[in-house]
T-cell receptor, first 113, second 114 residues
Framework: KAGVTQTPRYLIKTRGQQVTLSCSPI?????VSWYQQTPGQGLQFLFE???????NKGNFPGRFSGRQFSNSRSEMNVSTLELGDSALYLC????????????FGSGTRLTVV | TQLLEQSPQFLSIQEGENLTVYCNSS?????LQWYRQEPGEGPVLLVT?????EVKKLKRLTFQFGDARKDSSLHITAAQTGDTGLYLC??????????????FGTGTLLAVQP
């Protein structure tokens, strides 16, 4: 079956701009989680969506937002980009039950210049 | 402070050597997962351990969950270059959300030299 698909793979943006990243989960998976990965901070949890509802949120500023559509596809948006937002953004899908393993996409590498 | 501390942070070994990486915490967990992330890819789930003292084997990889369910170890026998990657432990924790969220450790970066 198809894996988790993230688009685009690479993105270069300028400070102050906004960006939207997309994630298509495995068919049948209703939970999508987003993570930011940087060399200094590791994998940091951004938020989780389940059946179009945000049910968990990490400690990121309000410039980071997300949503989930009825087909479980998810998008995350970062507004007013800062240099420190440069990172690998990963999304993961799961069935949404506690303890389930996550299946990750290959990520979107965002560079802010 | 990090919920899950992994050690060592970096490890460079020769092919054929054995190694052990650790995942430690002061908290008790109902289960713990191990992932491996290769360069340019997302993490891939290797195993989930749920019982204190549990040992699981995946070919040359042996995973152990501590008796008190606060820590875990991953032992690789006769490492191969294909084992190169970032090894991450992860647990579900509740920080006030509707459900628990998956939190990752600091990671161990393993390089196996030919």
């Amino acid at each position: 079956k198809a894996g988790v698909t993230q688009t685009p793979r690479y993105l270069i943006k300028t400070r102050g701009q906004q960006v939207t990243l997309s994630c298509s989960p495995i068919s049948g998976h209703r939970s999508v989680s987003w993570y930011q990965q940087t060399p200094g901070q590791g994998l940091q949890f951004l938020f989780e969506y389940f059946s179009e509802t945000q049910r968990n949120k990490g400690n990121f500023p309000g410039r980071f937002s997300g949503r989930q559509f009825s087909n479980s596809r998810s998008e995350m948006n970062v507004s007013t980009l800062e240099l420190g937002d440069s990172a690998l953004y990963l999304c993961a899908s799961s069935l949404g039950r506690q303890g389930d393993g996550y299946t990750f996409g290959s990520g979107t590498r965002l560079t802010v210049v | 402070t990090q919920l899950l501390e992994q050690s060592p942070q970096f490890l460079s070994i020769q092919e054929g050597e054995n190694l052990t990486v650790y995942c430690n915490s002061s908290s008790v967990f109902s289960s713990l997962q191990w992932y491996r992330q290769e360069p340019g890819e997302g993490p891939v789930l290797l195993v989930t351990v749920v019982t204190g003292g549990e040992v699981k084997k995946l070919k040359r990889l042996t995973f152990q969950f501590g008796d008190a369910r606060k820590d875990s170890s991953l032992h690789i026998t006769a490492a191969q270059t294909g084992d190169t990657g970032l090894y991450l432990c992860a647990v579900f924790m509740n920080y006030g959300g509707a459900t628990n969220k998956l939190i990752f450790g600091t990671g161990t970066l393993l390089a196996v030299q030919p």
